[in-house]
């Protein structure tokens, strides 16, 4: 398995943007697509964001299209998400996971501890 560390979370006004950034380590990352979940209180955990071993293609859910961008650097070992025009729905616990792109989470063998970002309004 990988090992999966988020970072970049915070607290954030309505409008504004951040920038999310999961490090990996163990298995060779380009090999494997990953994708970016979020898990809100009481809300079962959902698909954000998805991207192949090469970077394209990429996926997004559509609450998240047009405002959230996905992106992986295989030379560095990571995967970024930047969030603009973020909204106090974006609200969540964000995890990172790999060997999929898929927007089902039983498809992901390896989990990021998660970061938790916060969107008032």
């Known amino acids: 398995q990988v090992q999966l560390v988020e970072s970049g979370g915070g607290l954030v006004q309505a409008g504004g943007s951040l920038r999310l950034t999961c490090a990996a380590s163990?298995?060779?990352?380009?090999?494997?697509?990953m994708g970016w979940f979020r898990q809100a209180p009481g809300k079962e955990r959902e698909f954000v964001a998805g991207?192949?071993?090469?970077?394209?293609?990429?996926y997004y859910a559509d609450s998240v299209k047009g405002r959230f961008t996905i992106s992986r650097d295989n030379a560095k070992n990571t995967m970024d998400l930047q969030m603009n025009s973020l909204k106090p729905e974006d609200t969540a616990v964000y995890y990172c996971a790999a060997n999929s792109n898929s927007p089902a989470p039983y498809e992901y063998d390896s989990w990021g501890q998660g970061t938790q970002v916060t969107v008032s309004s």
């Open positions: 991207i192949s071993w090469s970077g394209i293609p990429t």
């Open positions: 163990g298995r060779t990352f380009s090999h494997y697509p």
